[in-house]
């Protein structure tokens, strides 16, 4: 067992499951917080997790095969996507597959799907496939509302915000997420870039 990331949440162990490359996410324990309460969460999490990768799955978004899962010991037993991130094909100037990016993102979320965290170490081209992982920090929202819309809107702002660090190339590439993103959600699009839009106006939105 090898450990290959380290997050705030979560570590990450590249494992051998039965002769297969596979990868052991485990939520660690917060001494900081209740016993009781940091349970729970971590619980939580976990299973909200594996929910939001079955979505993904079931829409047509890939997503790295779940093997198994245990909500009381927080772990999660998946696929071993390999691959390039979508950042190392961007940093070597690939950027051809920002259009599919922004369809798949779109899939999501017309089906409600959140995922939380659009980071470009998220994406992973696998054999010619795009995949996302960690849908750790998403959520399902049910029917339309400027909520919904906003939440969007701030799941996408994670990813531009990584894109304007491309300098010249910037809106080239935020210009091809879009036609995608737009492609797959249709009229709605327009809402979410508002929001977007408003985002990146006010306070919340901060450069780093």
């Known amino acids: 067992m090898i450990l290959i990331a380290k997050g705030a949440e ?11 490359k596979a990868v052991l996410k485990w939520r660690k ?4 917080r209740d016993h009781t309460l940091d349970y729970l969460i971590r619980r939580r999490r976990t299973i909200n997790e594996v929910r939001n990768m079955y979505i993904a799955h079931v829409i047509g978004v890939r997503v790295p ?26 940093s070597r100037g690939e950027h051809k597959y920002l ?27 696998s054999k010619g496939e795009l995949y996302f992982i960690d849908f750790g920090l998403g959520e399902t929202r049910r029917g ?9 809107a701030r799941d996408i702002n994670v990813l531009l915000r990584t894109l304007e660090l491309y300098g010249a190339k910037s809106e080239e590439f935020k210009s091809l997420f879009w036609s995608g993103y737009r492609e797959e959600m249709g009229v709605r699009s327009s809402v979410v870039e508002s929001e977007v839009s408003r985002i990146r106006a006010s306070g919340r939105y901060v450069e780093r």
């Open 144 to 152: 339309w509302t400027r909520k919904t819309a906003i939440l969007m």
């Open 10 to 20: 979560a570590e990450i162990y590249l494992v051998d499951w039965f002769g297969i």
């Open 65 to 90: 095969a779940v093997y198994f899962f245990d909500p009381e010991k927080t772990t999660i037993l998946m696929e071993y996507v390999e691959g390039e991130s979508l950042r190392d094909l961007l």
């Open 99 to 125: 259009k599919d990016v922004g369809i798949y993102i779109g899939k999501m979320h017309k089906a409600g799907l959140i995922h939380g965290d659009l980071a470009p170490t998220n994406i992973i081209l």
């Open 29 to 32: 324990p917060k001494a900081y």
